[in-house]
């Protein structure tokens, strides 16, 4: 059987406005190529350049709980748009860390702190989460990183300056301080 479109979009929305939902998701294009972006009551909870939605509703349903619901993200997706389009330099969208573990958070938080066109080092990034010889660890965070553009992973570079290791690809990164006028 099949559900007529206007009952299905109108049933998504009914559950995400009733708080029925532990993980809303949808997909968004953007200059990168499309993402999956999903979001709990307490704020954005994933980002990924991977959109396979049953593959990532799985893995949604694994860390934030089984009720996980393709509905529109408009909060998210208007941000996104505003960002790539020049328009906006930082999130005002809350990020849900709660599956974090406490040194990912730590350096999440110190990594949402670093500027809009700015760069910093994995060493910084170390230093500036109180484990100054963690820069491996920090590299490591930064390949999880549940939540991509929005906690600017980008702005991260090798100790020489170089663009090194960006779980989107090179490519992406690239792109992305080119935008925010980091890269020339």
Do not use: W
């Not at 998210?76 to 990020?95: A, I, K, T, W």
């Not at 990594?111 to 809009?116: H, I, Q, S, T």
């Amino acid at each position: 059987m099949t559900v007529p479109a206007d009952l299905d979009r109108r049933f998504r929305t009914a559950a995400a406005a009733a708080g029925l939902l532990d993980v809303a998701y949808d997909v968004v294009d953007s200059p990168l190529g499309p993402l999956l972006v999903a979001a709990t009551q307490r704020g954005v909870c994933r980002i990924s350049f991977d959109p396979e939605p049953e593959e990532q509703a799985e893995k949604l349903a694994r860390s934030f709980g089984a009720r996980v619901l393709r509905t529109p993200l408009d909060g998210p997706r208007r941000e996104l748009d505003e960002y790539f389009e020049g328009r906006r330099q930082s999130f005002d969208l809350d990020v849900d860390l709660g599956a974090a573990a406490p040194f990912n958070r730590r350096v999440l938080e110190e990594l949402g702190r670093v500027p809009y066109g700015e760069t910093t080092t994995y060493g910084r990034l170390a230093e500036r989460s109180e484990r100054p010889r963690a820069a491996r660890a920090v590299g490591m965070v930064m390949n999880r990183n549940p939540v991509p553009i929005v906690l600017p992973c980008h702005r991260v570079l090798g100790s020489t300056g170089k663009l090194v290791g960006y779980a989107g690809g090179l490519h992406r990164k690239e792109l992305l301080l080119r935008l925010e006028g980091a890269l020339l």
